[in-house]
């Protein structure tokens, strides 16, 4: 009953290193979303995939892409960290209409 | 930008009191709606989703919404020290397949 798994857990970048935020789900379900969060700033989408084959841009795209790999998997990347982008990432996904989101438990990302 | 707005708290409540938790939105089409606890250090959990004009009760927990005034709250009942944590309003964007969180109100329950 693994849900939605992000890896990974903890991740410490030096400024303009680049990595894959990885996210799978096995829920069967269609669309999926990347979040970071910020000490006071709540939940902010970053990109988004409402079903397999689409991705779209959230309220702060820049500085990552996303691939819908499939179904199941959705990945982030940076491809040149910044400090700014320390934070706290969220997965989650959800099935089609008015369902509520699934989360994964995170990963957090530090950037020196 | 659709917007969604909570008092940031924290809202400090004795033990076996009734919370209040408020939480406003901008998009006045929006039909979803979402309440989730989030523990420190922790991923948001659900506790509610309400649909429909007024009151949707699950255990001690009740949800409000009244759409005509872009207005849904969360009430807990006989709060227990447990219930503190970050409560996230949650709402769904009307225009797309995406879901609008406020940035949070921080509960303490005290003994």
């Known amino acids: 009953n693994a849900g939605v798994t992000q890896t990974p857990k903890f991740q410490v970048l030096k400024t303009g290193q680049s990595m894959t935020l990885q996210c799978a789900q096995d829920?069967?379900?269609?669309?999926m979303y990347w979040y970071r969060q910020d000490p006071g700033m709540g939940l902010r989408l970053i990109y988004y995939?409402?079903?397999?084959?689409?991705?779209d841009k959230g309220e702060v795209p820049n500085g990552y892409n996303v691939s819908r790999l499939n179904k199941r998997e959705f990945s982030l990347r940076l491809e040149s960290a910044a400090p700014s982008q320390t934070s706290v990432y969220f997965c989650?996904?959800?099935?089609?209409?008015?369902?509520?989101?699934?989360f994964g438990n995170g990963t957090r990302l530090t950037v020196t | 930008q659709k917007e969604v707005e909570q008092n940031s708290g924290p809202l400090s409540v004795p033990e076996g009191a009734i919370a209040s938790l408020n939480c406003t939105y901008s998009d006045r089409v929006s039909q979803s709606f979402f309440w989730y606890r989030q523990y420190s250090g922790k991923s948001p959990e659900l506790i509610m989703s309400i649909y429909s004009n007024g009151d949707k009760e699950d255990g001690r927990f009740t949800a409000q919404l009244n759409k005509a005034s872009q207005y849904v709250s969360l009430l807990i009942r006989d709060s227990q020290p447990s219930d503190s944590a970050t409560y996230l309003c949650?709402?769904?964007?009307?225009?797309?397949?995406?879901?609008?969180f406020g940035s949070g109100t921080r509960l303490s329950i005290r003994p």
């Open positions: 989650a996904s959800r099935d089609s209409g008015d369902s509520p989101l699934h």
């Open positions: 995939s409402a079903s397999e084959g689409t991705t």
């Open positions: 949650a709402v769904e964007d009307s225009s797309a397949s995406k879901i609008i």
């Open positions: 829920m069967n379900h269609n669309s």
